[in-house]
């Protein structure tokens, strides 16, 4: 059974930090890319950052760039987000989700194939 299971949101300050996981079962996130996506009340769920662990590669959105850092370890099929400077706009579910390369698409664009529960991250200014 392929499972997705995100942790390590909470309530934090303006200006914190945190680190979310997102570890695997079922799959190997070595041949996978690995993305975070978010969604907050009220808004369509948001692409973040993508990690393709083999490669060592990501790709993040502008407004996260520089604050947010993706990495991982396949010894521990798990992927974290260390998300610094957070702003009260970051607040939102966070999700870890996996793809396997699909042609005709870019490396870290959606669709994805496997979804996690979600961990909520709420920043307060």
């Known amino acids: 059974q392929v499972q997705l299971v995100e942790s390590g949101g909470g309530l934090v300050q303006a200006g914190g930090s945190l680190r979310l996981s997102c570890v695997a079962s079922?799959?190997?996130?070595?041949?996978?890319?690995v993305g975070w996506f978010r969604q907050a009340p009220g808004k369509e769920r948001e692409f973040v950052v993508a990690?393709?662990?083999?490669?060592?590669?990501?790709y993040y959105i502008d407004s996260v760039k520089g604050r947010f850092t993706v990495s991982g370890d396949t010894a521990f099929n798990t992927v974290w987000l260390q998300m610094n400077s957070l702003k009260p706009e970051d607040t939102a579910v966070y999700y870890c989700?996996?793809?396997?390369?699909?042609?005709?698409?870019?490396?870290?664009?959606?669709?994805?194939?496997?979804w996690g529960q979600g961990t909520q991250v709420t920043v307060s200014s």
């Open positions: 990690f393709k662990l083999s490669e060592d590669r990501d």
């Open positions: 989700a996996a793809k396997l390369p699909k042609i005709g698409s870019y490396w870290y664009a959606p669709p994805y194939d496997t």
């Open positions: 079922g799959i190997s996130f070595s041949r996978y890319t």
